[in-house]
């Protein structure tokens, strides 16, 4: 089954609201990581986040990472039209996943003016 | 700029046909090389491995003989979907992890658009 699984699925905010995405895994994990997706290209890494580590910044971007209760959110503050896209959490595992990431279910964003 | 180029973009082929899609990492060697595939409003789902100079390892439920990959080179490989038929029809994308270990992120190309009709 999916590693990760995200919440919510679908996610409407209007321009200048922050988004929160939320991520749950079931195994131990190396690191974790988000990407984002625009509609029907590639994923463009976002930010990874380590198993030592319990927050991390870039810019807009805001994720935390709690190992105990095997849990990430992603915070956008601020958002944007450009925002629009959907984000997943790929978590990288520490053992019987190789060098492999497992994605999670994904939350679609849409940020309107 | 990008990392990683994938190509086609997109293909639209009859049934039967074999269809190469090709991923080659720009800036770096890339040993390790990871094939997905996505249908629509999904998520990506691991296809295979692919490893510089030896077989490519599948994931369980893929077929081998269906989707031949092959990575000849520190900065190409490929995935063949041989005989293709309408239910292979998906979005193919590829990425690169360099030689770094586990705490990289992965550089994914912009995916291949695969319709079979």
């Known amino acids: 089954s999916q590693q990760g699984e995200e919440d919510p699925q679908a996610l409407s905010i209007q321009e200048g609201e922050n988004a929160t995405m939320n991520c749950s895994y079931k195994t131990s994990i190396n690191n974790l990581q988000w990407y984002r997706q625009n509609s029907g290209r590639g994923l463009v890494h976002l930010i990874l986040?380590?198993?030592?580590?319990r927050e991390k910044h870039s810019g807009r971007l805001r994720v935390t990472l709690d190992t105990s209760k095997k849990s990430s959110s992603l915070l956008i503050t601020a958002s944007r039209a450009a925002d629009t896209a959907s984000y997943f959490c790929?978590?990288?595992?520490?053992?019987?996943?190789?060098?492999?990431?497992?994605f999670g279910t994904g939350t679609q964003l849409k940020v309107e003016l | 700029g990008a990392v990683v180029s994938q190509h086609p973009s997109w293909v639209i082929c009859k049934s039967g046909t074999s269809v190469k899609i090709e991923c080659r990492s720009l800036d770096f060697q890339a040993t390790t090389m990871f094939w997905y595939r996505q249908f629509p409003k999904q998520s990506l789902m691991l296809m295979a491995t692919?490893?510089?100079?030896?077989?490519?390892?599948?994931e369980q439920g893929v077929e081998k003989d269906k989707f031949l990959i092959n990575h000849a080179s520190l900065t190409l490989s490929t995935l063949t979907v041989t005989s293709a038929h309408p239910e292979d029809s998906s979005f193919y994308i590829c990425s690169v992890r360099g030689r770094w270990g586990w705490n990289q992120p992965q550089h994914f190309g912009d995916g291949t658009r695969l319709s079979i009709l």
């Open positions: 986040i380590r198993s030592n580590e």
């Open positions: 692919s490893n510089e100079g030896s077989k490519a390892t599948y």
């Open positions: 790929a978590t990288a595992l520490i053992t019987g996943g190789g060098n492999k990431l497992t």
